[in-house]
């Protein structure tokens, strides 16, 4: 089905296109059995998919990276098409317009996506409310769906305050989330990869460990890194969640680089996603499990297309992986592709 629908909404805005898909995804789900039809055609349950990470159980070891559903709008459609796991967000404390239109350009012969959004959401209180009434009145069969909550600062405010932003998040979004995602990796906010710098970065994650326990009830915290560290900097980032003892990293965001692009918008500035950063990532994985002996989980995030790209990351080191380019150039049926090559392997 996607593949005759893909060349034609291919043809039209990038940006347009993902809301006028999301906006029918939900109203199909609301058409009597229309949520049971998605399941049916794109859902896998099998109990061998069951995996626990960081203290969490996961139905399936498959999830929605961020930046797809950055308003927690569409988390039980993304459930009914096999998801295990939603990442929502990057959200920030105030709403944001993000960076000017156009800012998200496809290349298809690099099967890849470039986009500088820009941290585009609603703000910090309606996500939360949003997700408190998906908790609240979660649809059935969908009691196991993990939510990450990634949440970063916003444009306006600078980088030495950039602390009070991730805890305005952090408090708001406690009670509605399952594991949180330290954005500082992201190309399209100014200045915001400096904060990737061991002092800052430090800063940022102990004091939001120093806030992690509520009534008793603490949360996993992730890191999200660049592809674009070197090994020096990776070095510095299994020393980071050693001495933070944060939950672990997501590995990784969009890639600065351009190296080998040949599609029409290879020019653009932002953050290259798809094919391209199938090796890298799974390189970081592999680099960040070995120098760490395996210490802590790594969600693996980055060109994966296909369901042995995401089997090479559970094998260089993954415990979960994220899809967002490879859901758009290959369409639902990849989550369910995966989770049958997981079962065989």
């Not at 990057?90 to 993000?98: A, E, H, K, N, R």
């Not at 395996?294 to 090479?312: C, L, R, T, Y």
């Amino acid at each position: 089905m996607y593949s005759l629908l893909k060349p034609l909404l291919f043809q039209f805005d990038p940006e347009k296109v993902h809301y006028f898909v999301t906006r029918n995804l939900r109203r199909f789900n609301k058409f009597p059995g229309g949520a049971a039809v998605s399941r049916a055609t794109w859902d896998l349950k099998d109990s061998r998919l069951e995996k626990e990470v960081f203290g969490l159980k996961f139905i399936n070891p498959v999830g929605l990276a961020a930046g797809f559903d950055k308003n927690g709008e569409v988390i039980a459609e993304m459930a009914n098409l096999g998801f295990g796991f939603v990442e929502v967000g990057t959200v920030t404390p105030l709403p944001q317009p993000g960076n000017p239109k156009p800012r998200m350009f496809r290349l298809p012969p690099d099967e890849a996506l470039i986009n500088r959004m820009g941290f585009n959401n609603l703000g910090v209180d309606v996500v939360a409310a949003r997700l408190a009434a998906y908790r609240k009145n979660r649809p059935k069969g969908q009691e196991g769906i993990i939510i990450g909550g990634n949440i970063g600062k916003n444009k306006v405010t600078p980088n030495e305050d950039a602390v009070s932003d991730y805890i305005k998040c952090f408090d708001r979004l406690f009670d509605v989330v399952d594991y949180f995602v330290v954005n500082v990796s992201s190309p399209n906010t100014p200045g915001l990869r400096a904060l990737q710098e061991k002092e800052p970065l430090m800063h940022i994650l102990n004091t939001l460990q120093q806030r992690n326990n509520k009534n008793g009830i603490s949360k996993p915290i992730l890191l999200k890194i660049a592809p674009d560290l070197t090994d020096d900097q990776l070095n510095d980032i299994v020393e980071i969640v050693t001495e933070t003892k944060i939950a672990g990293v997501i590995a990784t965001n969009t890639t600065i680089s351009r190296e080998g692009l040949t599609g029409t918008h290879k020019a653009e500035t932002g953050g290259l996603s798809g094919k391209p950063l199938t090796q890298r990532s799974t390189e970081v994985i592999a680099y960040l499990h070995k120098k760490s002996n395996g210490a802590f989980p790594i969600i693996g995030v980055g060109g994966i297309h296909s369901a042995e790209d995401a089997v090479e990351k559970l094998n260089a080191g993954a415990s979960l992986v994220q899809l967002y380019t490879g859901f758009i150039y290959e369409g639902p049926s990849l989550i369910k592709r995966i989770n049958k090559k997981i079962l065989s392997v």
